[in-house]
Nanobody, 126 residues
């Protein structure tokens, strides 16, 4: 069992920055890797955003050069620094935990996520 709690969302203007945090807890937390996803308004499915784990990083094309994923393993916490935000970044942002036995590719696949956080809303006005 893994619990994930996101925070740091908010309402900002285009061009601003936000930093999201995701704290993982639970007995099995060491058996999971955590990535970032988002669900834009009106879309039924969550989309992969970015991940940093074990020095492995990967981002969706639209956020490359603007978003930076990082983490503090001693605190079981992941971060998503979001810079130069645009209205297209408006979404509910989630962290998702994937069993480490599935491999790094699974970290980018929403259907491979084993546990989800409750999400944090990010709204970017133009």
């Amino acid at each position: 069992q893994v619990e994930l709690v996101e925070s740091g969302g908010g309402l900002v203007q285009a061009g601003a920055s936000l930093r999201l945090s995701c704290v993982a807890s639970g007995r099995s937390v060491k058996d999971y890797r955590v990535g970032w996803f988002r669900q834009p308004p009106g879309k039924l499915e969550r989309e992969f955003v970015g991940v940093w784990v074990d020095d492995y990083t990967y981002y969706r094309e639209s956020v490359k050069g603007r978003f930076i994923a990082s983490g503090d393993n001693s605190k079981n916490t992941k971060y998503l620094q979001m810079n130069h935000l645009t209205p297209e970044d408006t979404a509910i942002y989630f962290c998702g935990a994937v069993s480490k036995y599935k491999g790094y590719y699974a970290l980018r696949q929403r259907h491979e996520v084993d546990y989800w956080g409750q999400g944090t809303q990010v709204t970017v006005s133009s």
